[in-house]
């Protein structure tokens, strides 16, 4: 059983950065397809970016070219850098597994990926 642990949360005003990390225990992520999704109060779940068991990113349209996924293998960790943050960017961010590595599609510029675990999340709070 994959646990994961998210931090590096927190409020900032908007063109601010954060990097959120996401400890895995129980299982070594080097070959796992990963992601990070994000849900606000009433809104759907979004996701945010994934990265394959090659290394391969994919980005929501919403956040391509200022948010960045990647993984430590020596530390088990994820990570997602965030920059130009911005207000449309608060939620409670998850990370998740995919451990069969299954599709991944875009519905109108939205990423989509089956989670099979997930972490409590860290909220990130993006003010004008």
């Known amino acids: 059983q994959v646990q994961l642990v998210e931090s590096g949360g927190g409020s900032v005003q908007a063109g601010g950065s954060l990097r959120l990390s996401c400890v895995a225990s129980?299982?070594?992520?080097?070959?796992?397809?990963m992601g990070w999704f994000r849900q606000a109060p009433g809104k759907d779940r979004e996701g945010v970016a994934y990265i394959d068991n090659n290394g391969d990113t994919s980005y929501a349209d919403s956040v391509k070219g200022r948010f960045t996924i990647s993984k430590d293998n020596a530390k088990n960790t994820l990570y997602l850098l965030m920059n130009s943050l911005e207000p449309e960017d608060t939620a409670m961010y998850y990370c998740a597994t995919d451990q069969a590595c299954g599709d991944i599609w875009y519905d109108d510029g939205d990423l989509h990926f089956e989670p099979d675990s997930r972490g409590q999340g860290t909220q990130v709070t993006v003010s004008s």
């Open positions: 129980g299982y070594t992520i080097s070959n796992m397809c």
